[in-house]
């Protein structure tokens, strides 16, 4: 079953990225599949409960998946799909932006 989006482009990408947390997960899956706790520690200041909602979010959204090693203790590890890695260009925009942001505005 499809689920409903909005009728404009613009918002639905808004609703699949616009978590602060989103972003940087996608920014530190560009470079290949992590662990939680890999991404638990690139990402910083995030806590276990929201980082692991914002995943089980983006697997549901098609962005990334989830594989589970039967293992004690578990191993798990997520790795974007083709959608998710199709918003490269995006995260790469969004930093090209920053840095001259950075560039004319720091204080």
Do not use: H
């Not at 808004?14 to 972003?23: D, F, P, Q, T």
């Not at 929201?50 to 589970?68: H, I, P, Q, Y």
Request: overall charge positive; hydrophobic content about 35%.
């Amino acid at each position: 079953m499809k689920k409903e989006l909005p009728a404009c482009p613009v918002e639905t990408t808004l609703m699949l990225i616009s978590e602060r947390w989103k972003v940087l997960i996608i920014r530190d899956l560009l470079d290949g599949t992590k662990r939680f706790g890999e991404l638990k520690k690139s990402i910083g200041n995030i806590s276990q409960k929201v980082l692991t909602a914002n995943l089980r979010a983006m697997e549901d959204s098609g962005l990334l998946t989830r594989k589970v090693y039967p293992e004690v203790p578990p191993k798990v590890e997520y790795t974007l799909t083709e959608t998710g890695y199709s918003l490269k260009p995006i995260l790469d925009a969004m930093k090209e932006w920053g840095v001259v942001y950075q560039e004319n505005y720091a204080k």
